[in-house]
């Protein structure tokens, strides 16, 4: 039965056996396309102030006690071979069945003729059989004057402005495993149909943010951390979360996305659970719980993110949605939001990004409402490009819209009012394509080969990179490409698409050479020979000739960048509507991924700005910390004073005074200074001895690894003797003129380190050092800022109690 299911799933797919709106076994749908399908439908309502009328019915779960022929039914009625019905029966006779009771398994009992739950075939069994009465209904709606049919606005104005106001969709039943909505126009119709399949019960909410907040605060509110002798570790409570909260929020946020401040109150939420458990007085920094350690943060998910990725990603799948009955729904709702709503300007792209529809909330999908804001908040700003322009140069473009963009984007300039627009139309002129169209001619130049440079030296994903692309021939092209996800595969395969449509197609002579032997491996034209041709080479023959002098103007551009002009984008092979930051270029790989990245990167340069510049990581020693201490140690006592020190909120004399917690400032040890973070950790005669020992063992272990590497103590001296002093207030090491070691921070370590002829000609065994020795000397800075915090709270209990005892 499971090979039968497995070649029978992928089948009824291929072949549309299923009603679209019939999610269950259904291959490219979701259970959050559903709830966004349905959501568009409300939407569509509310924005064109049409009645529709919905009945939510629940059926017997198919899948338990269901009758074999109904599915025997089903393979007849579509055409299924018989052998199916012969082999399902054979698995339905004499099957063995235990009870459980409260006291255990009964004796087995034999049945035939009844479909077992559990069993592999059990979902597609139930689907084909409601598939049935699913296609009954469409068709005694396809007569219905009553029957819900979905267009644009501008359609029903007889006014189409897109190519996909032209549209339409017939909606009359969803459905999942065992639950279904059917719609009318009327209560007369509704009832035709609700007579025709099944009643109805328990409404659901669809597309209420509040309700799904309101769900996931109770959830966590409620949720109880696990009681242990002592203090939970900061380590622990990151999985506890992470595999109790975050996995049920990100399963119920995918189904309907909540609004960015009620994201932001959860993860406050979350923050306070883990604040309780620490045992300090005052709450640390969301923003440093939720940044990666490589930015200094502690790791902890962040709901917000998790849920503006998902909103954003849900946009693009129903826009971009492969069952055609979602994706017009989507197109539909799109067209209206534009024309209707925002005077034809995409909310979605360039200018529509700053408007704001929070008001229009029951008009548009409460889901597409949190992705457009937060697609505007991004920095850069996220716009969901349409990659197939074809409508306007084809000309399906009415007029009216045209006008109204063009008056959108020169507001000042005179253009034909409606009373001249109406005149075109009573003469039949209503689109672009009636007053003219365009023309494209190739011309006949002959291009030979492709170079494309990449960027000087590697970058991370979010530094600027720049690739230029020579063509070379007859005539001579260098163009770039810009953004930060381009490589130098983009300028290959950008150079061979350029050369493939400059070059005169009608030219059989034509001969394309390039060093790219993939591409010529795999790109297949028959109208011009595409050859491989090695690169570097130092023959003289012409190709190899080409390929040097296309390599030359290449390489000069990328020392002219501003000079040259830049390449179109090809988009056949991308997504209808896809993601664009001008920053990026197109957008192609997971967007959760990119919005969660982009969102810690803002969220560490928010920060970095003011906070006393605790986290300011631009004035130190950018290397990753090792991240065992913050995530993996047994005993992390370390990662939480990191929190609360970074965060600013350890309950030094000087903080205790300013919120009015204490009564003087100064050290509680006897020091002549203020207490703050810093005398703490630096200044305190208290711990001048652990300082030293500290610097001691810090230099120790750095010299014996320069030695390992072969090097000799006169070789870094500036190195040891910052190691020497890395825990104290050295003005040459610090950029800041005082010692930052408690907060995790280096010095800048790259212009320390050695540099001998014959020793370090390995730049990776070089890098490697500069990483081991960045690691120990962050390792041991932590430990230290652990101990003295630890020793210093226990001797403030101490006294705490001594003064109680007196009192």
């Not at 629940?58 to 009758?67: A, I, P, T």
């Not at 005082?738 to 890098?767: A, E, I, N, Q, W």
Request: charged share 25%; aromatic share 8%.
């Amino acid at each position: 039965m499971s090979w039968l299911n497995f070649n029978l799933v992928p089948y009824i797919a291929k072949t549309r056996i299923l009603p679209d709106t019939q999610v269950a076994t259904q291959q490219g749908v979701q259970t959050r396309d559903l709830m966004s399908y349905l959501a568009g439908i409300k939407c569509w309502a509310k924005r064109h102030k049409v009645e529709v009328f919905a009945l939510k019915r629940d059926q017997m779960k198919g899948f338990d006690y269901l009758s074999p022929q109904g599915m025997y039914d089903a393979v007849n009625a579509y055409g299924l071979p018989s052998a199916i019905i012969d082999l399902d029966c054979a698995a339905q006779t004499d099957t063995r069945c235990f009870i459980r009771t409260a006291h255990g398994l009964t004796e087995p009992i034999t049945i035939s003729g009844v479909t077992k739950q559990g069993g592999s075939l059990s979902p597609v069994k139930s689907t084909l059989t409601t598939s049935l009465g699913h296609h009954y209904l469409n068709d005694l709606m396809s007569t219905d004057p009553d029957a819900l049919v979905i267009t644009s606005g501008s359609a029903q104005k007889a006014n189409p402005h897109l190519p996909d106001d032209l549209m339409h969709t017939t909606i009359v039943m969803t459905e999942a495993t065992d639950d279904s909505y059917i719609f009318a126009r009327t209560l007369a119709s509704l009832r035709r149909c609700t007579l025709a399949m099944e009643r109805f019960h328990k409404p659901a909410k669809l597309d209420d943010p509040q309700a799904r907040y309101e769900e996931l605060k109770h959830f966590i509110d409620d949720f109880t951390l696990p009681r242990f002798l002592r203090r939970a570790l900061i380590t622990l409570l990151r999985k506890i979360i992470k595999q109790n909260i975050i996995l049920k929020a990100r399963a119920l946020l995918s189904l309907q996305p909540i609004r960015r401040a009620d994201a932001e109150d959860l993860d406050k939420r979350i923050k306070g659970k883990i604040h309780l458990e620490l045992g300090m007085p005052f709450m640390p920094n969301s923003d440093i719980l939720t940044l990666p350690v490589d930015l200094h943060g502690l790791d902890f998910p962040s709901i917000a993110r998790i849920n503006d990725g998902i909103a954003i990603d849900g946009l693009h799948r129903d826009l971009n949605h492969p069952i055609p009955s979602y994706q017009i729904l989507a197109r539909i709702t799109l067209a209206d939001w534009t024309c209707s709503i925002n005077n034809c300007v995409n909310p979605i792209d360039t200018d529509g990004l700053t408007r704001d529809f929070t008001r229009h909330a029951n008009r548009i999908p409460h889901g597409w409402i949190i992705a457009q804001k937060a697609m505007s908040e991004s920095k850069p700003k996220l716009s969901l490009k349409r990659t197939d322009l074809r409508g306007i140069l084809n000309g399906d473009v009415s007029l009216s819209h045209v006008l109204n963009t063009f008056s959108n984007y020169s507001p000042t300039a005179s253009c034909p009012n409606g009373h001249a627009l109406k005149s075109l139309r009573s003469k039949g002129i209503r689109r672009l394509r009636d007053m003219g169209d365009w023309r494209l001619q190739f011309n006949g130049v002959w291009l030979v080969d492709v170079k494309a440079r990449p960027p000087t030296h590697p970058a991370c994903v979010f530094d600027p990179k720049s690739v230029t692309a020579a063509l070379t021939g007859r005539k001579t092209l260098v163009l770039k490409l810009e953004g930060r996800n381009v490589s130098i595969l983009h300028g290959e395969l950008v150079g061979l698409i350029m050369c493939l449509i400059i070059s005169n197609p009608n030219d059989a002579d034509a001969t394309l050479y390039s060093d790219h032997l993939n591409a010529v491996r795999l790109i297949e034209d028959s109208k011009t020979a595409i050859i491989y041709t090695p690169g570097h080479a130092s023959e003289v023959s012409v190709p190899a000739q080409m390929n040097r002098e296309a390599d030359h103007y290449a390489s000069s551009a990328q020392r002219h960048l501003r000079d040259v002009f830049t390449a179109p984008i090809p988009t056949f092979f991308m997504d209808e509507f896809t993601f664009f930051t001008r920053a990026d270029g197109s957008i192609e790989s997971n967007i959760r991924t990119y919005v969660d990245k982009s969102q810690i990167v803002d969220a560490s340069k928010r920060i970095a700005v003011g906070h006393q510049q605790r986290m300011a990581l631009h004035l130190y020693d950018t290397k990753a910390p090792p991240e065992y201490s913050y995530t993996t140690a047994y005993s992390a006592y370390s990662a939480v004073v990191q929190l609360y020190a970074r965060s600013g909120q350890l309950p030094t004399a000087d903080l205790l005074y300013s919120r009015g917690k204490a009564h003087d400032p100064r050290c509680r040890m006897g020091c002549n200074a203020i207490e703050d973070q810093h005398h703490i950790f630096v200044e305190c005669e208290q711990y001048t001895e652990w300082r030293s020992k500290a610097a001691e063992d810090v230099h120790r272990r750095t010299e014996s690894k320069l030695k390992e590497k072969g090097y000799e103590e006169t070789d870094a001296v500036d190195l040891l003797s910052t190691a020497k002093f890395l825990f104290s207030d050295k003005p040459d090491i610090w950029p800041l003129q005082y010692c930052t070691y408690f907060l995790g921070h280096l010095p800048k370590l790259d212009h320390l380190m050695p540099k001998k002829p014959g020793v370090d000609d390995d730049k990776l065994s070089r890098t490697r050092l500069a990483h081991h020795i960045a690691s120990d000397w962050h390792t041991a800075a932590i430990r230290l800022a652990g101990r003295i915090w630890g020793d210093w709270q226990r001797k403030m209990a101490m006294k705490n109690d001594v003064r109680s005892r007196k009192t």
